[in-house]
């Protein structure tokens, strides 16, 4: 008969001393990295330092191969339950919170606000308090930040941002999972952002210089991001010793860039400014032309869903272009996020180089 740890562990009632040792013969020394995640909230890249962010990543990477590549069952999630509030559509953020909890063994319910009484009939401090009494975690997608500050204050479980109008922390995960994973490290890369001053930016400046990555912003006049996040990033760039730029030329933003970013430009709820911002954007197109400019081994990420305006097809679906895996590793990397705040499950597999 083969030895399975599976079966071993099924079998034999052995103590947590024996398992540990177990898990070491099968698995090598357990992960060492002084990080605990267990019952934080995640609402802002801001909140999580640098060890934490390569942490987050270190366990979307050990998930993805053992459960992707060697077809591993870990059922970390088994007997959880995640309460997912929608107050906006979404593909790629329901579709991997949804499938991700289920794969782990844990059971998710899709709650847009046509389902609960959601600021109607309840307000969101009684929300807060009943499903923190009825599941384990609450991912929300909202139109205010604020809902969010006030659920966390209001609830006992952990509160995960699936996107609000300030953030979306969960979407730069894996933007740098899939950067990981294509350069083999992040330090040192230049991410060049070309378009609106909004929610998907600001996650990336609240983090990108912790990882020491430089950071070149293009965004026309009046669209710029918000001015205290703004300060934040200068102060981050500074004491980790990365560059920072902000203009209001795509070109310069692109000159010597890695990476190639963009987003819409009519976020929802913004639809009834969409001339003004057509004709503001005029020129902030991402092609070749704008390649030209960007280091030879440029890339590109966009975070869909993509309108022609944004980016052109022929940098969209060319071998350059990352928004694919990308899309995929929103699945790994909430995962990541999941295991981390509800589990005392440390990555098995060796630390990537960041």
């Known amino acids: ?24 013969f099968w698995y090598g020394p357990p992960a060492q990295m ?24 270190w366990m979307a990477s050990d998930l993805k191969q053992r459960i992707k590549y060697k077809g591993e069952y870990l059922p970390l999630m088994q007997g959880k339950s995640l309460a997912m509030i929608f107050e906006k559509r979404s593909t790629r953020t329901r579709l991997s919170a949804e499938t991700g909890f289920a794969l782990l063994g844990g059971h998710p319910s ?24 009825m599941t384990n975690a609450i991912l929300a997608r909202v139109y205010k930040h604020n809902d969010l500050d006030l659920m966390t204050k209001e609830a006992t479980i952990p509160i995960i941002n699936g996107l609000s109008d300030l953030y979306h922390p969960l979407q730069i995960l894996a933007d740098y999972l899939t950067l990981q994973e294509h350069y083999g490290g992040l330090k040192g890369l230049t991410i060049t952002w070309i378009g609106d001053g909004n929610n998907v930016l600001h996650s990336i400046m609240m983090s990108a210089a912790k990882l020491g990555m430089h950071l070149r912003i293009a965004t026309p006049r009046g669209f710029e991001p918000d001015l205290r996040i703004t300060k934040i990033t200068e102060q981050y760039s500074k ?116």
């Not at 605990?36 to 390569?54: F, P």
């Not at 966009?302 to 272009?321: A, M, T």
């Open 34 to 57: 002084n990080v605990q995640l267990k019952g934080r909230d995640l609402l802002t890249l801001q909140n999580y330092k640098a060890d934490e962010l390569k942490y987050l990543l």
């Open 110 to 133: 899709f709650l847009t606000t046509q389902d609960i009484h959601l600021g109607t009939n309840e307000n969101l401090t009684d929300t807060a308090r009943v499903l923190s009494s």
């Open 239 to 354: 004491e980790y010793g990365t560059k920072l730029l902000l203009t209001t030329d795509p070109l310069e933003a692109a000159d010597g860039a890695n990476v190639l970013v963009t987003d819409t430009w009519i976020s929802m709820g913004q639809e009834e400014e969409k001339k003004e911002r057509l004709k503001a954007f005029q020129g902030y197109q991402i092609t070749m032309q704008t390649a030209k400019s960007a280091a030879s081994n440029w890339t590109f990420l966009h975070c869909l869903p993509r309108k022609p305006e944004e980016v052109d097809d022929e940098v969209f679906y060319s071998p350059r272009s990352l928004v694919f895996q990308e899309a995929e590793n929103r699945k790994w990397t909430i995962m990541a996020v999941m295991v981390s705040l509800l589990t005392d499950y440390s990555p098995q597999l060796q630390k990537p180089t960041f």
């Open 1 to 24: 008969m083969l030895f399975n740890v599976r079966n071993f562990f099924s079998i034999a009632k052995l103590t947590g001393t024996s398992k540990q040792l177990l898990r070491q």
